[in-house]
């Protein structure tokens, strides 16, 4: 079975750093992008970026440019996405996807991790 | 770019058909057949019903179907029943290693 699995809910406060992970298993790690998808409280989904494990070069959605960190472990089958100063309007929950792409476009997103809740408080 | 237009909410009674539309732009769903659809219930992550317009995932039910006209790609379900009530979200690819989301839609089977 195909499946990412997230770490767990993180309660942090401004200011602070956080990184948050995402473990494949299933499926040939290396063949498949990873992409990171925001849903911040009662609303709708956004696109912040993708990775691919072959060449660990993260893509950026414009608007989560410089925001945040794209990363990967191929080594140990493991993406990630950190911040290195938390603010409160990054309270959201995150999940972690498995893209399928064909000639440079993205055919598919599937599975979805079951999420990590990152609540920023002071 | 722009988040892609559902309507917020539709409902339908058990045994009917819905149709929930979801409005691009030439740049995003007119230029690409790469429109999917995802179910979401209340607490748990979304899954792929729908993927490059009108294919199913393995194991998904074929009361669900998708279609596009130019900027605009529809999900309909047949045969409602109890358990297709949640939240539904169409994408596009939008070019440039990006996607594109709706803002979703919340179906309410009465």
């Known amino acids: 079975e195909v499946q990412l699995v997230q770490s767990g809910a993180e309660v942090k406060k401004p200011g602070e750093s956080l990184k948050i992970s995402c473990k494949g298993s299933?499926?040939?790690?290396?063949?498949?992008?990873i992409g990171w998808v925001r849903q911040m409280p009662g609303k709708g989904l956004e696109w912040m970026g993708i990775?691919?494990?072959?060449?660990?070069?993260?893509r950026y959605s414009p608007s989560f440019q410089g925001q945040v960190t794209i990363s990967v472990d191929k080594s140990i089958r493991t993406a990630y996405l950190q911040w290195s100063s938390l603010k409160a309007s990054d309270t959201a929950l995150y999940y972690c996807v498995r893209v399928g792409r064909s000639q440079n476009s993205i055919n598919w997103i599937d599975p979805w991790g079951q999420g990590t809740l990152v609540i920023v408080s002071s | 770019q722009s988040a892609l237009t559902q309507p917020a909410s539709v409902s339908g009674s058990p045994g009917q058909s819905i149709t929930i539309s979801c409005t691009g732009a030439?740049?995003?769903?007119?230029?690409?057949?790469?429109v999917s659809w995802f179910q979401q219930h209340p607490g748990k992550a979304p899954k792929l019903i729908i993927y490059?317009?009108?294919k199913r995932p393995s194991g998904v039910s074929n009361r669900f179907s998708g279609s596009k006209s130019g900027n605009t790609a529809s999900l309909t379900i047949s045969g409602l029943q109890a358990e297709d009530e949640a939240d539904y979200y169409c994408s596009s690819y939008a070019g440039s290693n990006s996607v594109v989301f709706g803002g979703g839609t919340k179906l309410t089977v009465l």
């Open positions: 299933g499926y040939s790690f290396t063949t498949y992008w």
């Open positions: 490059e317009v009108t």
């Open positions: 990775i691919y494990p072959g060449d660990s070069v993260p």
């Open positions: 030439s740049s995003d769903v007119g230029s690409y057949n790469l």
